[in-house]
Every structure is written in C-alpha cells, then in structure tokens.
C-alpha cells in the first residue's frame, strides 16, 4: 500500500494551464500504475489519464486527450499531471489513485480498478 498527497490546487483563467503533483510514501512506488482522475460539482467521478510502472506507457480520456499530458519520476516518488487549455469543464477536484496491477491501463478506468487513493486537489477554472 502507498499513501498519496496531491499538491498544485489553483484558480486559473480560461486558456490557462496548471501542473499537479502526487507524491507517494512507502516503499516500491515504482511497482504501482498510477493514475488521474477528477470529480466536478455535482458530477461522478471520472478518469482522466494512466501511466504504467515504467512510464513508458500513457492512456487518456478523450475529453483531456491533446491537452493534458501524465508524467512521473520514480526517483521522485512523484507523478505529474501537466493541465493545458483549461476550460471551465475542467474545474474539479482531482484525486491521484495507485494499484499493483499488471493489466493493460486502458481497461482500468474505473473507480474500483484502483486500490490506494490521495485525498485530492481543487483545480478551478474561471471563464
């Protein structure tokens, strides 16, 4: 199991752009896909974007596709999640989640395809 912290909660304009970090205590971090997702007001929550263990592979929702771009530094325990073109669809709360699983991270887009999760960060965007 990892504990994960999510920092980077901002108030953004339109067309603006944020980063978002996820920092892992616990050993072996780089054993565990991690992943994105966000939750908007009054919306279920929703996945945005994967990454496996070795970061060499990505998977994304269609709707952040082209505009935001997951990342992580194994040495750093830290997974990033660099937000482009912000509009005010993307103002939510967003939540890093990590697991062991080996299984292709295109079929683990959903909430219980995820074992340990942050308690999340506020991104706002203004119109």
């Known amino acids: 199991q990892v504990q994960l912290v999510e920092s980077g909660r901002g108030l953004v304009q339109a067309g603006g752009s944020l980063r978002l970090s996820c920092v892992a205590s616990?050993?072996?971090?780089?054993?565990?896909?991690t992943a994105w997702f966000r939750q908007g007001p009054g919306k279920e929550r929703e996945f945005v974007a994967a990454i496996t263990w070795s970061g060499f592979s990505t998977y994304y929702a269609d709707s952040v596709k082209g505009r935001f771009t997951i990342s992580r530094d194994n040495a750093k325990n830290t997974v990033y999640l660099q937000m482009n073109s912000l509009t005010p669809e993307d103002t939510a709360v967003y939540y890093c989640?990590?697991?062991?699983?080996?299984?292709?991270?295109?079929?683990?887009?959903?909430?219980?395809?995820?074992?340990?999760w942050g308690q999340g960060t506020q991104v706002t965007v203004s119109s």
């Open positions: 616990g050993r072996a971090f780089g054993n565990y896909a």
């Open positions: 989640a990590a697991d062991l699983a080996r299984r292709p991270i295109s079929t683990m887009v959903r909430i219980d395809d995820w074992r340990d």
